[in-house]
């Protein structure tokens, strides 16, 4: 008969967040198979266990995968993890349970923390209908065609992002969404936990100044449920002028803040002209 696969979530910061189902697996499973050995080295030493590791991440996930096939198709139990939080979710791990479900290997939850829900949980967004969309691609078409895709999503988005990524990400959303709110947590269960409850534009200028550090969720309200500018003409030009502040024209911040908000181009663009002028 074949072993077990557990999919065994681990702490996205805080070690004390271990369970105790999670740690009695990890002790009595045969081998363990980590993203990073070393961050689940640290693990285990912190849980005082001494086990076989082998690695399994993004690049050697197809080797990997057919040697943790073959060792649980031969009877052993395996407990997979990644660096923190739910395996599988925006994680190396997702090939492994298809594996595993296309040859009749049985694969246990061992569910604990998850980053995504913990930053919706704390968002005080509405939770009831949401969307995990994960990491944006790197590759400026397949951003742009994500977030446009998501332009009219009602329901609240949940995002992960790279600190070094942040404002640019910011700065695609608030040209795509318009303003909206969001609530963005950074650093969970770590010691400078902070969730930032405010709007993309402001966000974007906050972040502009002061450069993103740490691990960032970001939480954004759907579109509203009517098809009216959700926002005032003048703050959909403040809108512009934020983007225009982050390194765009203004002409084109004034064309993409339209094309989020409905307002036509050129009022938008006169606006946020007097508004300059104003300043
Ligand atoms: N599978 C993990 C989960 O769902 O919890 C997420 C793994 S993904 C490779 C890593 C991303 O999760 C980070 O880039 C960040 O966006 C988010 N993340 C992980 N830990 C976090 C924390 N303590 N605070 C905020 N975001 C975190």
Same mark, same amino acid.
């Given at each position: 008969m074949s072993g077990k696969l557990y999919l065994v979530?681990?702490?996205?910061?805080?070690?004390?967040?271990?369970?105790?189902r999670?740690?009695k697996t990890l002790?009595e499973v045969d081998f363990i198979a980590?993203?990073?050995?070393?961050?689940?080295?640290?693990?285990?030493?912190?849980?005082?266990?001494?086990?076989?590791?082998?690695?399994?991440?993004?690049?050697?996930?197809?080797?990997?995968?057919?040697?943790i096939l073959?060792r649980l198709l031969a009877g052993e139990s395996c407990a997979l993890?990644?660096?923190?939080?739910?395996p599988?979710?925006?994680?190396?791990?997702?090939?492994m349970v298809?594996l595993c479900a296309?040859n009749g290997v049985e694969t246990v939850i061992v569910?604990?923390?998850?980053?995504?829900?913990?930053?919706?949980?704390?968002?005080?967004? &509405?939770? %009831?209908? *949401?969307?995990?969309?994960?990491?944006?691609?790197?590759?400026?078409? $397949?951003?742009?065609?994500? =977030? +446009?895709?998501?332009?009219?999503?009602?329901?609240?988005?949940?995002?992960?992002?790279?600190?070094?990524?942040?404002?640019?990400?910011?700065?695609?959303?608030?040209?795509?969404?318009?303003?909206?709110?969001?609530?963005?947590?950074?650093?969970?269960?770590?010691?400078?936990?902070?969730?930032?409850?405010?709007?993309?534009?402001?966000?974007?200028?906050?972040?502009?100044?002061?450069? &993103?550090? %740490?691990? *960032?969720?970001?939480?954004?309200?759907?579109?509203?449920?009517?098809? $009216?500018?959700?926002?005032? =003409? +003048?703050?959909?030009?403040?809108?512009?002028?934020?983007?225009?502040?982050?390194?765009?024209?203004?002409?084109?911040?004034?064309?993409?803040?339209?094309?989020?908000?409905?307002?036509?181009?050129?009022?938008?663009?006169?606006?946020?002209?007097?508004?300059?002028?104003?300043?």
């Open positions: 979530a681990t702490p996205i910061g805080n070690l004390g967040d271990i369970s105790f999670a740690a002790e980590a993203e990073d050995t070393r961050v689940t080295v640290k693990l285990l030493n912190h849980l005082g266990l001494k086990k076989q590791l082998v690695s399994y991440y993004q690049h050697n996930q197809s080797g990997s995968g057919q040697r073959s993890v990644s660096d923190a939080g739910m599988a979710i925006s994680d190396p791990g997702e090939d298809r296309e569910p604990g923390p998850c980053a995504a829900v913990s930053a919706l949980a704390l968002s005080a967004l &509405p939770t %009831g209908r *949401f969307t995990f969309e994960g990491f944006l691609s790197v590759s400026k078409k $397949s951003r742009a065609e994500h =977030l +446009e895709s998501l332009k009219n999503e009602k329901r609240t988005m949940i995002f992960y992002e790279a600190p070094h990524k942040l404002v640019n990400t910011l700065r695609d959303m608030l040209s795509v969404f318009g303003d909206r709110d969001i609530s963005i947590c950074r650093e969970l269960t770590k010691l400078h936990e902070q969730v930032l409850r405010t709007t993309l534009s402001e966000a974007l200028e906050t972040y502009t100044i002061e450069p &993103p550090k %740490g691990e *960032f969720v970001l939480v954004i309200a759907g579109a509203s449920e009517d098809n $009216s500018p959700s926002l005032s =003409l +003048e703050e959909a030009a403040a809108a512009a002028i934020q983007l225009h502040k982050s390194g765009i024209s203004l002409k084109d911040a004034a064309r993409s803040v339209s094309q989020s908000t409905g307002y036509a181009k050129n009022a938008v663009y006169s606006a946020a002209l007097s508004m300059e002028k104003e300043s």
